[in-house]
Nanobody
């Protein structure tokens, strides 16, 4: 299972970005798909995650500004980021927590390569 993230970049404070992450492989289903971020000198933290049924949870710092969604048919998760702040600057990583393969194997805790989001003030 491989995860490929895209959509990062440089944006001014108050702007928007949309991240995408596609999982590839012989995937039958994925439980949670989510986004984490890591700023310089800080630990990686959860930003948002969503179940296959669409139930989402968010970090308090992004509630009301970020929206996570997914397309199960495409094994893709999205993160719409609005009203961006300089403190949102970080490398954003997508994650698939538990993946059932078509051969019934389970694969756990897969990560994408990270995409840089930089918000200027």
């Amino acid at each position: 299972v491989q995860l490929q993230a895209s959509g990062g970049g440089l944006v001014q404070a108050g702007g928007s970005l949309r991240l995408s992450c596609a999982a590839s492989g012989s995937i039958f289903s994925i439980n949670y798909m989510g986004w984490y971020r890591q700023a310089p000198g800080k630990q990686r933290e959860l930003v948002a995650r969503v179940t296959s049924g669409g139930r989402a949870n968010y970090a308090d710092s992004v509630k009301g500004r970020f929206t996570i969604s997914r397309d199960n048919a495409k094994n893709t998760v999205y993160l719409q980021m609005n009203s961006l702040k300089p403190e949102d600057t970080a490398v954003y990583y997508c994650n698939a927590d538990s993946v059932q393969m078509y051969d019934s194997r389970w694969v756990y805790d897969r990560w994408g390569q990270g995409t840089q989001v930089t918000v200027s003030s």
